[in-house]
């Protein structure tokens, strides 16, 4: 079974081989029959901006897939294929195939990402006119790196993952925009320096690269607007939003408002009831974001975070709409130990309380990570 195999893998590493992806996908790439790939990179909006765009174009007739990640609740959230996330039955008859294919040595030595990516990748073989493929934490060196993007998409770029990215902005968005192989559409970006970085690239790699703002006319803008009222989109949403359609004016596909509708990608923004709003947001852009679209109301924000975020200051940031923090049990390894958090919470004078239950006179906001809204959601479905 695909669970029990990907269990046998550890989710992250403190090192990564960057040789090993492409050279076991080099092996077995007469495997793969692919069609045209737009690959998503950058830090925030990756999985919103690639389900608009797979959405409108599954609806303009094509046959599409979106791989996204990480999963919140099932696995298959990973695989969607012409509106929907794949089957079991797909999902471990392609794992068979990929076993097939693979040596045993290569079967234990892929990561979680690499094989998973392999995996959503040959089950799009032949079945696909765009495969809409969302880049992990990197760029350069990402799983999804090793296949031939027809175009790029830069979405915003910011401070996240250090570790792996680099420490500036400057180091961060080259190694995403490494990953560029001829062409790139980049999304309107909070730092300057990353248009910089971008001019610099174009020149050494000799590709070439528009800004969104470059393929949107004023139609798409009257278009953005009323598809941002009909499903009630946040700002950052809406710059997601622009992206896929600045692409879809690439490709030279027409459109109509109505491609975009029901196109939201679940635990982005997402209201589970009137009073629960849940977002994976986990990094200091995303609480920017999600503080314009809050504000001036407050709010208790059911939250948690991984050790390696800025957690203090991305509590700082949200501050204006906290009425409460209520911290929630996470059980994942990379959890901050609650002390420090209380702590921090404590010095940015935010009051706060272990998480037990929904209050319905409450109204609350869900985030930190993936992790976190899943833990909710664990309790919101018993």
């Not at 009257?222 to 989109?233: D, M, P, S, Y």
Request: proline fraction near 2%; charge should be negative; glycine fraction near 4%.
């Amino acid at each position: 079974m695909l669970q029990c195999f990907l269990e046998s893998k550890p989710l992250f590493y403190d090192e990564i081989d960057y040789e090993r992806m492409p050279r076991i996908y080099a092996g077995i790439a007469s495997c793969f029959h692919l069609p045209k790939i737009v690959h998503i990179v950058g830090t925030n909006g990756k999985g919103t901006t690639g389900r608009f765009l797979a959405t409108a174009l599954y609806k303009k007739g094509f046959h599409v897939g979106h791989y996204t990640s990480p999963h919140i609740m099932k696995f298959n959230e990973r695989i969607w294929y012409d509106g929907e996330n794949i089957s079991d039955v797909a999902l471990e008859d392609t794992h068979k195939e990929l076993l097939s294919i693979l040596t045993q040595e290569d079967r234990d030595a892929l990561s979680y990402f690499e094989y998973t990516t392999l995996l959503a990748m040959l089950f799009y073989s032949n079945k696909c006119d765009y495969i809409i493929l969302e880049a992990g934490l990197g760029g350069e060196h990402d799983a999804t790196s090793v296949f031939q993007s027809d175009i790029t998409l830069i979405t915003p770029i910011d401070k996240d993952h250090e570790s792996f990215l680099g420490s500036s902005i400057e180091e961060i968005a080259r190694t995403k925009m490494l990953s560029i192989k001829s062409v790139a559409i980049v999304a309107t970006q909070k730092h300057p320096v990353v248009y910089e970085v971008l001019r610099e690239i174009e020149k050494e790699q000799g590709i070439k690269a528009f800004r969104v703002e470059d393929l949107i006319t004023q139609k798409d803008r009257t278009n953005i607007t009323l598809i941002a009222e009909h499903e009630h989109l946040a700002g950052y949403l809406q710059q997601n939003l622009a992206l896929s359609i600045a692409t879809l004016n690439y490709l030279g596909i027409t459109y109509n408002a109505e491609n975009f509708f029901d196109a939201r990608l679940f635990g982005r923004v997402t209201y589970l009831s009137e009073n629960i709003l849940i977002d994976v947001g986990h990094n200091v852009l995303a609480a920017d974001s999600l503080q314009q679209y809050l504000q001036p109301k407050k709010y208790t924000f059911i939250y948690n975070s991984y050790r390696d975020k800025n957690y203090k200051e991305i509590l700082a940031i949200l501050k204006p709409v906290i009425d409460e923090v209520e911290l929630i049990d996470v059980y994942n390894a990379r959890i901050e130990e609650s002390a420090y958090l209380q702590k921090v919470l404590d010095e940015l004078g935010i009051k706060y309380r272990k998480f037990e239950t929904i209050k319905p006179e409450k109204e609350y906001v869900v985030f930190g990570s993936f992790s976190v809204v899943e833990a909710f959601l664990e309790f919101w479905q018993k």
